[in-house]
């Protein structure tokens, strides 16, 4: 395969997905074949550019810098230096004003609602670690307290601390779209819609959009064992703070953390044109098949061994005793997604340890105590 050094990248959706977004004459593209895939160009703004009307330049999928092995340099490494992780640089009360850089829809035509690949340029302003979250503050006025504004909403982030252009100075959310149907007539109720999402959704290259933070201590990606075991556990853009955790464990060359431990991601989603940053993680895989493992739960395409649905928990029971050494081991697990998730979840893994002969809630207690359960579900 090709290897091509960028200075600026975004995601790309392979061609034939529905993607949204619409060109302009301010914004170049073009089209890259990586091996049998076609891959289509994405709007960016060129944030470096000092000509109010913008430089033309070319945006090139991040896809490209997994065509080799090699990782890719990151800076600046200031940011490895922080004894703690930043929290809450930015309130409510007086929100960072960042940019948007790029918005991208992520999955394909076939995918129960939309979801979105947003890039913020917060000029390194606004720094974070792996696993911590943004609020972002729609624009307009809160309906419930008039004069006021919207309340914050939190969104992981799913970028390393050097964002998806490796220079500190950006970060990147994983949004879906938040629509509601009337049960009734089934068409959509634009009234009852997410108002962030969709304003998250809707932006545009160089739109303006209010930040604060950065939040969140609870799903840090411990470093101090760089051979350590982490067991990573997403349904739907849950898998945010994960995909930040396998960019700084494979994608980037970082001098003071060399992972060398195994990291092993399951991921639930409706259907194949759900999955979301799969062209990433199928190359890890194919890159370090020592060090990664990913298992996918297709609701709508796979069954279980019982003949019902595949969700998330089926396929952690499908590989229960491996998981439950690996955490009498120490190993790290962590759970990101819709709350819902859980309770199906923490019921498989009691049966499971039942069927072992042991106390799910002895041992969930004692991996609280070591640290080794994260959970950040909304």
């Known amino acids: 395969m090709a290897h091509l050094a960028v200075s600026q990248v975004a995601v790309a959706v392979p061609v034939g997905s529905d993607s949204t977004l619409r060109s302009a004459p301010l914004f170049m593209t073009q089209n890259l074949r990586l091996g049998e895939k076609s891959w289509a160009p994405v709007l960016s703004l060129d944030l470096k550019s000092r000509n109010p ?13 997994q065509a080799s092995k090699s990782k890719v340099a990151v800076s600046p490494l200031e940011l490895e230096e922080r004894s703690q992780p930043p929290v809450n640089l930015y309130k409510p009360k007086e929100p960072y004003t960042a940019t948007i850089v790029s918005v991208e829809r992520v999955v394909g035509a076939k995918a129960p609602g939309e979801t979105c690949h947003i890039v913020i340029d917060h000029g390194g302003n606004v720094p974070y670690w792996e696993g911590q979250s943004y609020g972002v503050i729609p624009p307009g006025e809160n309906p419930k307290k008039p004069g006021n504004p919207h309340n914050v909403r939190l969104y992981s982030i799913a970028s390393t601390r050097y964002g998806d252009s490796f220079d ?3 970060a990147s959310l994983c949004v879906r779209r938040a629509v509601y149907y009337d049960p009734e007539s089934g068409k959509e109720d ?8 969709n304003f998250l959704c809707n932006s545009k290259p160089g739109d303006k959009v209010l930040i604060t933070g950065p939040s969140g201590k609870i799903m840090l990606l411990p470093e101090d064992n760089p051979n350590a075991t982490h067991i990573m556990i997403a349904t739907g853009t849950g898998i945010a703070p994960f995909r930040g955790y396998l960019r700084r464990m494979f994608m980037e060359s970082v001098p003071t953390y060399k992972f060398g431990g195994l990291a092993w991601l399951f991921l639930g989603v409706a259907n194949s044109d759900s999955l979301l940053y799969d062209d990433e993680f199928t190359k890890y895989l194919q890159d370090y098949p020592d060090n990664f493992r990913y298992d996918k739960a297709l609701s709508r395409e796979q069954k279980n061994k019982k003949g019902g649905k ?9 590989y229960s005793d491996e998981i439950f050494k690996l955490l009498d081991g120490g190993a790290h697990i962590y759970f990101c997604g819709l709350k819902g998730m859980m309770p199906g979840i923490q019921e498989t893994l009691k049966r499971v340890a039942e069927q072992r002969g042991e106390s799910w809630d002895q041992k969930l207690s004692q991996l609280k105590k070591n640290k080794q359960w994260h959970v950040e579900v909304y």
């Not at 634009?190 to 999402?197: D, L, Q, R, T």
């Open 310 to 318: 595949m969700y998330v928990q089926d396929k952690i029971e499908e």
């Open 168 to 170: 500190g100075k950006t």
């Open 190 to 197: 634009a009234s009852k819609s997410g108002i962030c999402s």
């Open 53 to 65: 009307r913008l430089r033309n330049r070319y945006v090139v999928c991040m896809s490209v810098q």
